[in-house]
């Protein structure tokens, strides 16, 4: 199944609960503009090279559309359509005044130096500019891209439309950028996984937790819950994953990864294991936090974790999500659980239009005020509609966008 199939199973599925109009379906599903550019580049070596860029605007009946580019060899139309639906139910879901849009490059950025970088993506600004903006659409960091990627996109855009910090997020501290948001995805998933885990009645110290994926999301997920007094048994990246009963010394592993070019290859004190395996694990709580589409109609029927929690956009596939709710695991949905950046990324776009520094505890309060809102209302509309937590949480946003859409006068 397709990306973008998969997002509208999910879609409909709510849509259907919501007793939508065809004619609004039709409306909500539609992206509102997509566009495929050429980045043709001199590399190094002076040799050319031509990277194919996406932008998808899906929706902006709420405000300035807004999502994050991808740098990832596999990146495609379907897919960045994909994720820009679901920026728009996200950022609907935690109520922040935007719509959704989702950029990325196909591209292997382990095998390009810095410098092709910056290259590879002031020419996809020269072909973007004239789309995005701070009233428009604001990019930020996704897979493959991070801070410095996003101090040159404002750098470059500076130079058609002059002085913009907004149009941008996940910047720099040192440059416009917020203090917080860097760790703010990651910290979203640790509050949310404590929220769900107090909630049902859980308890938090010692619980066994898997996460898949050590890289912006994974590692600070794993440093919020550690800290919590939750045991990490496994964590995993694309060398593979690392499992330890007794729980890993998280703080030795983020040491080791920043030594190791950010790599766990060879990490000692924990047994190897493959990241299949890692998903199979006997835990309380698996945290997919890296690639999407990870959990299939294949695997799913081995999860013996009771609870998932989608770090990840989209790692749960369809048949996936039915497979584990028939078995009465507990999926908190990318849509609700990943949303702590972008809502920082919002703080940060505030920010940058007061022309004012907000502190690193105002951002933690403000965050942690808006995914409990979040979850909250999610919570009981899952439980007054006896519906799961993932079609609760797009029936949440898809009404707001519906009701602001209708408000606004789509014609
Ligand atoms: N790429 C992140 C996401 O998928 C953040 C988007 C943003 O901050 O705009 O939610």
Known sequence: MRPSEATKKYFERAADQLELAESMRTHLATPRRELQVQIPVEMDDGTL??????????NRARGPMKGGLRYH?????????????????????????????KGGIAIDVAKISVRELDRITRKFVDEIHEMIGPDTDIPAPDMGTDHRVMAWIMDQYDKYHGFNPGVVTGKPVEYYGIPGREEATGRGVGLLTLKLLGRLGRKIAGARIAIQGFGNVGTHTAKFLSEAECKIVAISDATGGYYRAEGIDIPKALRY???????????????????????????????????GGVVSGGNAGGI??????????????????????????????????????????????????????????????????TLNNAFEQTWTLARDRKVSLRTAAFMLGIDRVARAATLGGIC
């Open 49 to 58: 090279r031509t990277f194919i860029g996406y932008r998808v605007q899906h």
């Open 73 to 101: 060899p596999e990146v495609d139309l379907d897919e960045v359509r994909s994720l820009a639906s679901l920026m728009t139910w996200k950022t609907a879901v935690v109520n922040i005044p935007f719509g959704g849009a």
């Open 257 to 291: 990864a920043l030594e190791h070019e950010r790599v766990l290859a060879g990490f000692p004190d924990a047994d190897r294991i493959t990241n299949e395996q890692l998903l199979g694990l006997d835990v309380d709580v698996l945290i997919p936090a890296a690639l």
């Open 304 to 369: 013996k974790a009771p609870i998932v929690i989608e770090a990840a956009n989209a790692p749960v596939s369809p048949e996936a999500d039915d497979v584990l709710d028939k078995k009465g695991v507990i999926v908190l949905p990318d849509i609700l659980a990943n949303a702590g950046g972008v809502t920082v990324s919002y703080f940060e776009w505030v920010q940058n239009r007061q022309y004012y520094q907000w502190s690193l505890d105002r951002v933690r309060q403000e965050l942690d005020k």
